[in-house]
């Protein structure tokens, strides 16, 4: 059975960080990418960042670009969002998502219906 498991999620205080993981099992090779998604309260859902099946391949939503790094772990099978510099408008539950035989990140990364997998979520929170 296909899952993704995220972890890492808390209460931070603006200005710091927290390293999301996504874990991932049932896959029977590592042909597919990652990408991860937030959801604030009351708003739509919004393309946070993306891996590519390699690695090389990756994405980030304007607003996240170079406060927040993507990474894998093949050997581990997880994707990793480091998260830097967090501001309160990051509040919001983050899913990562897989999407089978994806070599690169898709251009648009709102993207978000091609995707086969969810995971159920963790909840980020940015507060003094």
């Known amino acids: 059975q296909l899952q993704l498991v995220e972890s890492g999620g808390g209460l931070v205080q603006p200005g710091g960080s927290l390293r999301l993981s996504c874990a991932a099992s049932?896959?029977?090779?590592?042909?597919?990418?990652i990408g991860w998604f937030r959801q604030a309260p009351g708003k739509e859902r919004e393309g946070v960042s993306c891996?590519?099946?390699?690695?090389?391949?990756?994405n980030y939503a304007d607003s996240v670009k170079g406060r927040f790094t993507i990474s894998r772990d093949s050997a581990k099978n997880t994707v990793y969002l480091q998260m830097d510099s967090l501001k309160p408008e990051d509040t919001a539950v983050y899913y990562c998502?897989?999407?089978?035989?994806?070599?690169?990140?898709?251009?648009?990364?709102?993207?978000?219906?091609?995707?086969?997998?969810w995971g159920q979520g963790t909840q980020v929170t940015v507060s003094s």
């Open positions: 998502a897989a999407e089978e035989g994806r070599l690169y990140c898709w251009p648009d990364i709102n993207v978000d219906d091609e995707y086969d997998y």
């Open positions: 891996i590519g099946s390699s690695g090389n391949s990756t």
């Open positions: 049932g896959f029977t090779s590592d042909y597919y990418a």
